[in-house]
Structures are given as C-alpha cells and as structure tokens.
C-alpha cells in the first residue's frame, strides 16, 4: 500500500446551517460534500478506518485514543488533520461523535462504501448482520500518497473475530516515533578543535 495514492472519492456529510439555526429550526443541518481535495491536497493527514460506529473496540479504545493523541500526532509528525472513516452514514458518524464527545477527529462516513471497496479493505460482515464493511486499517497520506500503512493481520469476510494492535493509535505513533531522523550531532568543543588544528 505504501507509496499507493488513495482514490479519489468524494462524501456525503451533514454541516450545521446557522440561517437554518437562527429559525429555530430543530435540525438546522444540511447536506453538504467533502471532496477528496478538501482532505488530500498539499495535506499530510492521518486516516483510520474500521467496521462500525458504536461498536465495543472502536468506542472504547481506538476513536477516543486518536482523539488523546490528537495534539501529539499533529506536533511531532506534522499531521494536519486526523480522519475516521467508516461505512456509516452521515446521520449515524455524526451521532457517534457527539455521543464519543469527539472535538478534533473528522468524521468521514464512506456510506456506500467506494472510498473502502477502491483502497481494497471492503469485506463482508454478514455473520454480525452489518453487510459490507471496512477492515480496520490506518495509514498517514501525504498529498494523496501513502507513505505510512498499518494494517491489522488475517482480512477476509465474515471474520469472527476482530483483530486490534496494528491500528492502536499508540501503536501508530511509537512506529513513527521510531522512524525519526537522527539528529544532527551539536558540535563540542573538542570537536570544534580539532577542525581549526
């Protein structure tokens, strides 16, 4: 996957219409879209997906970990925004942010599914009755390329069970910790001597 560029999928979200709001209108939102150059171009972002809204590992532990993470993946790896895809629809990532009490992730709801069948990670969940889903995966994109690609082991349909480390957002970062450059050796003074002898 890495140096793959991500497809070029467009979404269907909801954003807040505050004309609609100052009417005292009870839902003042509408339907709005996000396209792929919003979140690709001249961007670095972080993207991660997995299988559904609402469910056990991705609301205990993976959303609400990118989320504690948000401030020290944008400051030491320079991301610019940090997405959560699923195949979910607009009304339903919506209600899980605000229930998850998410500030700074995005919500990306692929709801029919192409973001996930183009980048190969739709598969099957008809045993749990959740039809086509994501596999969880997580990758860093830089200006639509992939450079960094983190993917849990053993993809196929109707999985039972649901394999979580590889897409742990501590995981993630200690990896990319881990691939820092060296840095530059600061001069010492006998350094510093030695090139004026």
């Known amino acids: 996957m890495e140096g793959m560029t991500v497809p070029a999928v467009d979404f269907k979200i909801r ?24 979140i690709f171009n001249d961007k670095k972002v972080l993207l991660f997906s997995l299988p559904g809204a609402f469910t056990p590992t991705c609301s205990t532990y993976q959303l609400p970990n990118f989320e ?9 790896h320079d991301i ?9 629809d607009a009304f ?7 229930h998850q009490n998410i ?26 009755g959740f039809g086509y889903r994501s596999w969880r995966y997580a990758c860093v994109v830089d200006n639509w390329v992939i450079s960094d690609f983190y ?7 109707n999985c039972e069970d649901d394999p979580y480390g590889e897409t742990d957002p501590t ?6 910790n881990s691939n820092f450059p060296a840095a530059w050796p600061f001069p010492t003074s006998e350094s510093v001597k030695n090139e004026t002898d």
């Not at 993917?151 to 349909?157: F, I, K, L, M, S």
């Open 103 to 128: 500030e700074n992730i995005k919500m990306i709801p692929d709801g029919t599914g192409e973001f996930t069948r183009l980048m190969g990670m739709l598969v099957k969940k008809d045993n749990l």
């Open 15 to 38: 954003v807040r219409d505050e004309q609609l709001a100052m009417q005292d209108e009870p839902n003042p939102y509408k339907w709005s879209t996000l396209t792929a150059e919003q």
């Open 92 to 98: 339903v990532m919506g209600a899980w942010k605000q």
């Open 68 to 76: 504690k993470l948000y401030n020290e993946f944008k400051e030491k």
């Open 80 to 88: 610019d925004e940090i997405y959560c895809v699923s195949v979910n």
């Open 171 to 176: 995981h993630i970062i200690n990896n990319l």
């Open 151 to 157: 993917e849990e082991p053993g993809r196929v349909d």
